[in-house]
């Protein structure tokens, strides 16, 4: 199974949170590479109010994801 992490994207201005996708058996990193840090993880206020920006879904994450379902799936 999977689980969204929502991490703010320091490469992009204005700052924007950026969901990766983690597997629940592996929760040291997302399934593009990305090494992740408890303290970085952004909770959602999920009201809205105060957010920066768009949410934004990381691609290498999403296909990932994709691929693994259509494999299962198969
Ligand atoms: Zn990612």
């Known amino acids: 199974m ?3 992490w929502a991490e703010h994207d320091p490469a992009v201005s204005p700052p924007a949170v950026v969901w990766h996708v983690v597997a629940k058996d592996d929760a040291s ?3 593009c590479g990305r090494f992740l840090e408890p ?3 952004v909770v959602p ?3 809205g109010a105060g957010a920066a920006g768009p949410d934004r879904y990381c691609d290498p994450c999403l296909v990932t994801v994709r691929e693994a379902l259509a494999a299962s799936a198969r």
Do not use: H
Request: aromatic share 8%; proline share 0%; charged share 25%.
């Open 39 to 41: 303290s970085q993880r």
């Open 29 to 31: 990193s997302s399934l």
């Open 45 to 47: 206020v999920g009201d």
């Open 2 to 4: 999977y689980e969204m």
